[in-house]
């Protein structure tokens, strides 16, 4: 086992779902914590309940991940007692729309490819070096299924997460002379705050996401996370897979009723 305690992770987008229960279990396992995303509030509340709850000292930033003048401006302003970073959870991310690529928002489309890709390309330019130097550290990516399999209507979403799973196939290649450690998590569906953005905030489509099925939780991708992290230095989990068992494909789920 890689012993956890008294690591140093950032994790991007810890304001909500996946990213929000990937913090709170680092915390639980004695990590010190820079916490990302744009909801400044929720991050002041979150770290809070990590700092009391566990004894952890937590850094939180508020920015918009994807301008790059924003991401440098964080990882220059990273305190000092926090600058030895161990494991960088790149999870920020967006789907926005599930429209035909010819009758699509381009807007949306700049917002996942500037969110989905480039945000986590400037962070993972920023950070990487100073784990290369240190020849320690582990680079830990949200991809999904969507990167995996396209599905209609999925085009834009599904491109930016292909470009994740690329990313993180080449850091791996690139990585591999190093002792630094490269791992996609791909999951389906997972309950979160995800489809309510994707549907801009229309509550009743985002809930037929999960109807009639059991999806997975923040807290359930959130364990994989730890577990990949926690293996011993030799062990480096290149792809998790994950799914409701409810759900085989982007587009073939069981629902009941
Ligand atoms: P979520 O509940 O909507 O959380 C998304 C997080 O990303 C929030 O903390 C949000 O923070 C942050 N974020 C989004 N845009 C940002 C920006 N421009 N700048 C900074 N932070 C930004 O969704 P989630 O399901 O936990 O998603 C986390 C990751 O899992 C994403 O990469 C998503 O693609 C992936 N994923 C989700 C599912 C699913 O079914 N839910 C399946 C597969 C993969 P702010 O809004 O505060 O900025």
Redesign the pocket.
Known sequence: MTELKGKIAII?????????ETAKLFAKEGCNLIL????EN?LLELKEELEHGHGVSVSIHA????SRFACEEFVSSIPEEFREIGILVN?????RGMDKLHEGSMDDWE?MID??VK?LLYITRLIAPGMVKRNIGHIIN?????GQEVYPGGNIYCAS?YAVHAISQALRMELVDTSLRVTEI??????????V?RFHGDKERANNVYKGLDPLT?AD?ADLIIFAASRPAHVQINEVIVMPTAQATATIAHRKG
Not at 12 to 20: D, F, H, L, Q, Y
Not at 36 to 39: A, E, F, K, P, S
């Open positions: 991007t987008g810890a304001t909500a779902g996946i990213g929000r990302t995303g744009r909801r929720r920015f918009d991940i994807s999870n920020a991310g967006v789907g917002e969110t989905n945000g949200v991809g999904s299924i969507a997460k791909a999951p389906g569906m997972v309950e979160t705050e995800f489809s953005v923040g991708i």
